[in-house]
């Protein structure tokens, strides 16, 4: 299954030396302070909806370049729902208990079982269905620092970014280096970039985001073609 493309949307702390001697309109002296604000933002928030856009960039010599898009919507306690317009029809979709990831051109559904009591060689449970437990998460695997002395910095959108610039703490494969793009007013996370060793690069972008919106839960229940050929627990090995 083409999974990998999937599981980068979900999506999610050892400081760096703050370093004071950057100007800039707001009173932050440390990346920490940013960090501190993007986690109580995800932990207020309940629900929100938006706009996404993956773009993924593969290989050195011949580069491939593979594009996502669609609209996502998350609700507490860790319902999402991401339906992609392009592959049209793709879908991911959870209802705290339960991953589907489908796939429209092969007809293959992916049903992930996220109440598995399997956990990793630190001892932690594999899956950790909560918005904040994932951003605690990213934040605790990699050291973190402004990347540049000028922050906030001004987007092309005209909209002001804080930068992040996060390096993974023990090379353990996946994404070994990530750059954080921070809404400087509310603090969401607009932009992700990550990068792995092979030089592979990953680019996650959210638009038009609405929070809090009322969300019925049905939409976070999927229910299966009778021709659709299922793939159970395909996020986890039989030696996790």
């Given at each position: 299954?083409?999974?990998?493309?999937?599981?980068?949307?979900?999506?999610?702390?050892?400081?760096?030396?703050?370093?004071?001697?950057?100007?800039?309109?707001?009173?932050?002296?440390?990346?920490?302070?940013?960090?501190?604000?993007?986690?109580?933002?995800?932990?207020?928030?309940?629900?929100?909806?938006?706009?996404?856009?993956?773009?993924t960039?593969?290989?050195i010599?011949?580069?491939s370049?593979?594009?996502?898009?669609?609209?996502?919507?998350?609700?507490?306690?860790?319902?999402?729902?991401?339906?992609?317009?392009?592959?049209?029809?793709?879908?991911?979709?959870?209802?705290?208990?339960?991953?589907?990831?489908?796939?429209?051109?092969?007809?293959?559904?992916?049903?992930?079982?996220?109440?598995?009591?399997?956990?990793?060689?630190?001892?932690?449970?594999?899956?950790?269905?909560?918005?904040?437990?994932?951003?605690?998460?990213?934040?605790?695997?990699?050291?973190?620092?402004?990347?540049?002395?000028?922050?906030?910095?001004?987007?092309?959108?005209?909209?002001?970014?804080?930068?992040?610039?996060?390096?993974?703490?023990?090379?353990?494969?996946?994404?070994?280096?990530?750059?954080?793009?921070?809404?400087?007013?509310?603090?969401?996370?607009?932009?992700?970039?990550?990068?792995?060793?092979?030089?592979?690069?990953?680019?996650?972008?959210?638009?038009?985001?609405?929070?809090?919106?009322?969300?019925?839960?049905?939409?976070?229940?999927?229910?299966?073609?009778?021709?659709?050929?299922?793939?159970?627990?395909?996020?986890?090995?039989?030696?996790?």
């Amino acid at each position: 299954m083409r999974t990998k493309s999937f599981v980068v949307v979900v999506g999610v702390a050892m400081f760096f030396p703050a370093n004071p001697a950057f100007s800039q309109d707001h009173n932050w002296n440390s990346p920490s302070e940013v960090v501190k604000k993007i986690r109580k933002k995800f932990v207020n928030l309940k629900a929100y909806t938006a706009n996404f856009h993956i773009t993924t960039t593969t290989g050195i010599r011949r580069k491939s370049t593979k594009n996502l898009k669609g609209k996502c919507t998350y609700k507490k306690p860790g319902m999402i729902r991401y339906q992609f317009s392009q592959p049209a029809g793709d879908l991911i979709v959870s209802n705290g208990k339960t991953l589907w990831i489908y796939i429209k051109r092969k007809d293959v559904v992916g049903k992930q079982d996220l109440t598995l009591k399997k956990k990793k060689k630190s001892g932690k449970p594999i899956f950790q269905v909560s918005s904040s437990a994932g951003l605690n998460r990213l934040f605790r695997k990699y050291h973190y620092k402004f990347n540049s002395t000028k922050q906030p910095q001004k987007g092309k959108d005209g909209k002001s970014y804080f930068v992040l610039a996060l390096e993974q703490r023990e090379k353990i494969g996946g994404f070994e280096h990530m750059t954080l793009y921070v809404d400087a007013k509310t603090y969401l996370i607009h932009k992700t970039i990550a990068k792995d060793s092979l030089g592979n690069k990953t680019t996650l972008e959210f638009s038009n985001m609405r929070l809090n919106p009322d969300i019925e839960d049905g939409i976070f229940k999927y229910q299966i073609s009778g021709s659709s050929k299922i793939v159970n627990n395909p996020l986890v090995s039989d030696n996790q």
